[in-house]
C-alpha cells in the first residue's frame, strides 16, 4: 500500500519541522531543568524518558576543595543534550554579565539563558536589566535565550538586541499554574511568526504544555512539574508525549471552535428523519 | 631593645602578608597574591571552577596575573543543577 507523507509521518510519530536554535538543530521540542530531582540518577532518568534535547543548568559557589561541580557536569556530559547555561537568581545586567562569562568559560558555549530578576516573590524578569544585558551579550559573542514576560515592546527590544529566540513566562518560575495569559501568548506567538518561541517557567501538567504547542509555540522549558512529581521518570515521559501531541495537532491545523453544535455523523440518510420530534423544543435542521 | 624574637618577627611579617577578602561571601584570611595562587590554595588547582573578582569575570588564563588585594569579592564557581 502507498503510504502519503502525512501517514508516513504519523507512522514514525514525527512531526514535519524541524526545530533549530541559533542554527543547531534539536532532536525535541522539550527543554529540561536539572533541578530539585531526588537523585542525580532520577534526573538523568528522566532527561532520558523526556527526550529532551537541551537541558539547563547553573552556576553556583563550589566549597573549597569541593568536586561537587564536576560530578555534575561528569553526569550531564553523559546524556545526549545541550548544555543551555542560566543566570538564575541574577538581580542586575552586570550579575547576568559575569556569570554568562563565567558559563562560558565552564561549559565552552556560547548559549545562555538569560535570567534578571525583578523581585524575589514574583521572580519576574526584570524586562529593562533583561534588554540591556541582552544587548551586551550579544555583542560579546553570546546566543541569548532571554526569559522574558509576553510584552511585546521589550520583545521587540530583545530581537532589535540580537536575540533569535524569545523565551516569555506561561506563568510565574515553580507554580505550575500552565499559560496565565493565554491571549496575549497567543498574540506573541502571531506577532513574532518565525522567531523561535519557547513557553519557559510555570508549566504544572503536561496538559499546560499541549496547550502552548498547540498555540504554535515552538517548545516548552520546564523543571519543577517533573522534578517535584511522585514518579520524574515517568511524568517526563507524560511531557514528551504530550509535547508531540500538541506540535502534531498544531502542524495539523486544528478546527475553529464554534458556538452551536454541528452533527458529525452526516445528516442525508437519517432514519426517522419524518417524525415528529419528541418535544417542542428541538427541531430538525 | 628586644622587642620580638626572631619567630614572632616572622610571624608578624607573614601576617602583614595576609590579605583580607571575601570569598564566595565569606571572610578569608590568605596569603595567596594571585587570584591563581588562591584558587591553589582552596584545592582547585585541578578542578574546573569559574572565578570573578568585585562582580567582574576573571578568564582562567588571566588568573596569574590578576592581584588578590585587600577588600577583594571573590566567587569561584562551578556548574551546578539549574532549572
Redesign the interface.
Known sequence: MNQTEPLRRAMAGATSTPLSFYGVQVSSRLLL?????PSPQV?SEAVRAARAGIV???????Q???????R??DL?RALPVHLL??T?GCRTP??A???A???R???ETDWVKLEVIANDDTLQPDLFGLVEAATELVKRGFKVFPYTTEDLSAAERLVAAGCRVLMPWGSP?GTGRGLSNPLALKTMRAYFPDLPLVIDAGIGAPSHAAAAMEMGYDAVLL??AVAKAQDPVTMAAAFANAIDAGRAAFESGLIEPSDRAQPSTPVAGTPFFDFEPPHSGGTRR | MNAHKPDDRGAIAAADRLREVTL??RPLSTAAETLADLVAE???GD??????VN???V??RLRESAPVRNGDRI?????????
Open positions: 531543568g536539572t533541578a530539585l530531582y534526573m539547563t543548568v547553573s552556576l553556583r559557589r563550589e573549597a576543595r569541593g568536586r561537587s561541580g564536576e555534575f557536569l550531564i547555561p542560566n538564575a552586570k550579575e554579565i559575569t556569570t562569562e563565567m558559563a568559560e565552564l561549559l518560575i523543571n519543577t | 564566595n561571601g582552596q584545592g582547585f578542578v574546573k571552577v569559574a572565578t570573578a562582580g567582574d569575570f578568564a582562567a566567587e569561584i564557581l562551578s556548574v551546578r543543577q539549574g532549572g
